[in-house]
């Protein structure tokens, strides 16, 4: 089995490319959908400060994740919010789980293994939980929301705070009746904010969970097709050109 961890390649790239001259506790990450803290403890440990949000309380009460340890520590450097982020300020919705897998619950419905949760969650939007927190800077902004990132990316202040590295899922078979958007349509969002996208393309799964075949198949740099219609993967932006350029050629062995 073929397999990478974007958000550890990204990790990788920040350490020896991304600005050398910036202390790493000027750094800060935002990471909607943190579930374990699989993507943001690394940069955490490396002194970044991380705003992170988990609304899934299986996932925000275990105390035995990389994140909920790392916190119990006493370290001050995440801040871990039982919100969902979405389009909508203040709304208390109900929270879908799955037995097929911990790892696609979500707020919307969009499986027909989902059930409701026996709790609601909170929603709040990025752009004010930025200005409550005054946040005027974002150096990554990673999402994996199981349908919602697109809306989680249109509720950012696009106007003020440019984030200058971007990691988000994609996967019709969640987005595109369920949500009434593509992949394409995440891509043309990201592109007409001005970034640069590579695509890292997965096979289909054939399930959720363990044993679903999570294989990886390449990258490509958008604008492109993808190279089967049901896959899933992510998009991993840049807002600066020579970041874009560098990470493509230290990466050319996975594109297409």
């Known amino acids: 089995m073929t397999t990478i961890e974007e958000s550890d390649i990204i ?5 020896q490319y991304f600005q050398k001259n910036v202390n790493e506790g000027e750094k800060i990450m935002i990471d909607v959908g943190a579930a374990s803290g699989r993507a943001c403890v690394p940069f955490a440990l490396k002194g970044w400060n991380v705003y992170a949000f988990e609304p899934n309380l299986f996932f925000y009460n275990h105390r035995g994740t990389p994140l909920k340890r790392y ?3 006493g370290r001050k450097n995440i801040i871990l919010e039982n919100y969902a982020v979405s389009e909508k300020n203040d709304a208390q919705i109900p929270f879908y789980i799955s037995n097929e897998s911990l790892g696609i619950s979500s707020i919307t419905k969009w499986h027909n293994t989902h059930k409701e949760a026996n709790f609601y969650v909170n929603t709040i939007r990025l752009d004010r939980y930025m200005k409550i927190k005054n946040i005027n800077k974002v150096n990554f902004l990673k999402v ?8 989680v990316l249109k509720s950012y202040d696009w106007e003020k705070y440019t ?3 971007i990691l988000c899922e994609y996967e019709d078979k969640k987005t595109k009746i369920a949500l009434n958007y593509t992949w394409e349509d995440m891509c043309k969002f990201l592109n007409d904010k001005g970034y640069h996208i590579i695509i890292s393309e997965w096979y289909p799964l054939k399930k959720y969970g363990a044993g679903g ?5 390449c990258f490509n740099k958008y604008p492109c097709s993808l190279q089967d219609e049901n896959s ?7 807002k600066d050109v020579t970041l874009f350029e560098t990470f493509c050629n230290l990466h050319k062995d996975k594109f297409i």
């Open 213 to 217: 075949g999570h294989t990886f198949r």
């Open 11 to 15: 990790f990788n790239f920040t350490q």
């Open 144 to 151: 994996d929301t199981e349908g919602q990132d697109l809306f």
């Open 163 to 165: 984030p200058e590295i």
């Open 71 to 73: 916190i119990l520590s």
């Open 232 to 238: 899933w993967g992510n998009f991993i932006c840049f």
